[in-house]
């Protein structure tokens, strides 16, 4: 099966503190891809990072780093030094290449809120 | 470049009436989408397009929705007749047709049935 897990529904952190959302997934795919989006409350996904299976390296981008890790099949998001700005809905987003070939399956998503 | 186009934005009808919204994707993007996103949900596909052919559609509820990409560009997502449940956000998204092609969403219709 393909799934996404997100089981944070909300966090409430205080600006400059730093937040780890998580990310637990599930597939059969030996090949597949992974994501995070940003949905501030205008409503509208924004894409932040795509990750393949084969590339377990971390990523940092500015404040945004990922933790990839297959044996855990986690995919998880920090930001660090949290703003307001960054008060939105974030989601985490699995596709395969095999089943369903690009066929995108979405977490519940977790709710940040930034408080000033 | 201009991004995915959706209109409108909002529409408010009664239940049992028709409703139709429109997708202009990212020229050059091959694969379209159409997602159903109600609060506090992740997207949920509803039917995928590669050109003008629907490749996936398992989840669209065939008996009060359908859709179309004649030309393989812009697309429209119509209900008829619409209920209460209907009510939500519908996201339109497009892709190139590469495995692990990040979708690109558009603003979203967010649809209230009276």
């Known amino acids: 099966a393909q799934k996404v897990t997100q089981a944070q529904t909300e966090i409430s952190v205080v600006e400059k503190e730093d937040v780890t959302l998580d990310c637990v997934y599930e597939t059969r795919d030996t090949t597949y891809y992974l994501f995070w989006y940003k949905q501030p409350p205008s409503g509208e996904l924004v894409f932040l990072i795509r990750?393949?299976?084969?590339?377990?390296q971390n990523e940092i981008s500015g404040r945004y780093s990922w933790n990839f890790q297959k044996s855990t099949s986690s995919f998880n998001f920090t930001i660090t030094a949290s703003q307001v700005v960054d008060s939105a809905v974030y989601f985490c987003?699995?596709?395969?290449?095999?089943?369903?070939?690009?066929?995108?399956?979405f977490g519940s998503g977790t709710k940040l809120n930034v408080k000033p | 470049e201009a991004g995915v186009v959706q209109s409108p934005r909002y529409k408010i009808i009664e239940k049992k009436q028709p409703v139709a919204f429109w997708c202009n994707p990212i020229?050059?993007?091959?694969?379209l989408y159409w997602y159903l996103q109600n609060l506090g949900q992740g997207p949920e596909l509803l039917i995928r397009?590669?050109?003008?052919?629907?490749?996936?559609d398992s989840q669209l509820p065939k008996d009060r929705f359908s859709a179309e990409r004649l030309k393989g560009v812009d697309s429209t997502l119509k209900i008829q007749p619409a209920e209460l449940g209907d009510s939500a956000v519908y996201l339109c998204a497009s892709s190139l047709d590469l495995a692990g092609a990040e979708q690109f969403f558009g603003p979203g219709t967010r649809l209230t049935v009276l």
């Open positions: 990750r393949n299976s084969f590339d377990e």
């Open positions: 020229s050059g993007h091959n694969t």
């Open positions: 397009y590669e050109n003008e052919e629907a490749v996936d």
């Open positions: 987003a699995l596709s395969g290449t095999e089943y369903n070939f690009n066929k995108f399956y």
